[in-house]
């Protein structure tokens, strides 16, 4: 399915220096901060106290918020839990103060607003809860990693599993630059975000390996730059569409799903933004700086892999 077809190719590899550039310094940028401010940690990576009331009544969660704010809590999610009564909240650790004098203060609080509320459960999650979802999201980052990696070199070839690798560590780096200088809340929620931008990035970039792949073999005449515009090219359609799509289901969530929702959903709008950018730009870029060709992907020489040439074809016949 295309919305439009465009009729002659346009030339991104002729500014792929400028856009890389443009990507190094924004690269650069989001490691520094990272390094210098950090990222926010929940509850979740930090340890804290976890507390689930109930009310008679649907919880007004906008002004369970502003109690909670009252008490000295910034950015702490606050969402409901399993029914529309029940409210969890996760309060990160405070100097000076227990997990219980932590959830006293909190039930006062929100008895002087709602005496009806109860309290359901309190846990504290320790530092070292902490550190083993920190440990173990990061394996799972750099299993999904080495996973795309084989994926990649098993079906295409080494430069190109380097180029879309390189290009998915660019869009995971500038999210996470993101949240270190806004120093957003950086959630498993949004740990996830990270690990499903990384799996949406690479396959935008097998969609343009693969038209890659079919014009190496389709139009013999053209040269690997000629390819790639052309590849690039002709895939425009199919991104708008379903990246378009997909984008306007994120914003619904970043517009109407609530701070719960929130910075999942920022992860993902800057994720599927960075991951169209890059998988042209990048990835498409890098691989023809690490010299493919038309023998990378079709072995076997002008078989051309066992698919007919089309006789009317101009470009038909020629050896790259």
Known sequence: ?????????????????????????????????LVTRGLHLSVEFTGGTVMEVA???????????????????????????GTSRDVLMRLPAMQGQTSGQQSEAMLAALKAQNPAVQLRRTEFVGPQVGQELVEDGLKALGMVILGIMIYLAIRFEWKYAVS?????????IIILGFFAFFQWEFSLAVLAAVLAV??????????????????????????????????????????????GSTQIMVLSMLLFGGPTLHYFAMALTIGILFGIYSSVFVAAAIAMWLGIKREDLIKGGGGGGGKKEDPNDPNAGAVV
């Open 1 to 33: 399915m295309e919305l439009f077809k465009i009729r002659k190719d346009i030339p991104f590899m002729k500014h792929a220096l400028v856009f890389n550039v443009v990507s190094f310094v924004t690269f650069a940028l989001a490691v520094f901060f």
């Open 164 to 172: 879309a690798i390189i290009a998915n560590l660019h869009d995971v």
């Open 55 to 81: 009310y008679e009544q649907p919880a007004d969660l906008e002004a369970v918020r502003k109690v909670v704010e009252g008490l000295g809590y910034a950015d702490v999610p606050v969402q409901n839990f």
């Open 198 to 243: 990384l799996g949406y990035s690479v396959n935008e970039s097998v969609v343009i390996f693969d038209r890659i792949r079919e014009s190496f073999r389709k139009y013999r005449k053209m040269n690997t730059v000629e390819v790639i515009n052309h590849a690039i090219t002709s895939t425009i359609s199919r991104t708008i569409i379903t990246h």
